[in-house]
């Protein structure tokens, strides 16, 4: 059995193998707790303690807590690469447009004289040839699809 005392001045509780204990201010109690709660207990600072923590039950020699934390980055680190690997498929797939040939200039500068295409749509295709070099407006960017449309 071990004995904890709290100095602080509200009541505090304590994990203890038969379950949750209250200790009031300068109370003093004799309980038994796994060596798994000792570094909660510490780092809380709330308690003066007395005794030897029982050890932890299955034989574990590591805190649970610790082994919680180790569990949860290795879930975190498979959903970074999950995520990353669909990134990766999304960015194949809209790459690649079924049935859909690549656009020449004069083919993109078609679109900009259709009332039908709105001007997104034509920037996107005009993306795709001028790549980060695309201007910002529709006249400019007219103009470098027939500088690339001249060009041999």
């Known amino acids: 059995m071990m004995k904890f005392t709290n100095t602080r001045p509200g009541p505090r509780g ?12 300068g109370q003093t109690v004799e309980a038994e707790v796994y060596a798994r709660e000792q570094q909660h207990i510490e780092a809380a600072g709330w308690f003066t303690v007395e005794g030897d923590y029982t050890a932890n039950p299955g034989g574990a020699s590591a805190p649970v807590l ?29 790459a690649k447009q079924p049935g859909e040939e690549p656009k020449t200039a004069a083919d993109v ?44």
């Not at 795709?128 to 400019?140: F, H, I, N, S, Y």
């Open 66 to 94: 610790q082994a919680a934390a180790s569990d949860a980055s290795k879930d975190l680190d498979g959903l970074r690469k999950q995520l990353a690997d669909r990134d990766v498929e999304i960015a194949k797939l809209k």
């Open 109 to 152: 500068l078609a679109m900009a004289t259709d009332s039908n295409v709105q001007f997104m749509t034509f920037k996107a295709a005009a993306q795709k040839l001028l790549g980060d070099k695309t201007p910002a407006k529709k006249d400019e960017i007219v103009s470098a699809l027939e500088d690339l449309a001249t060009k041999p």
């Open 14 to 25: 304590i994990n203890t193998i038969n379950g949750p204990v209250l200790v009031d201010p």
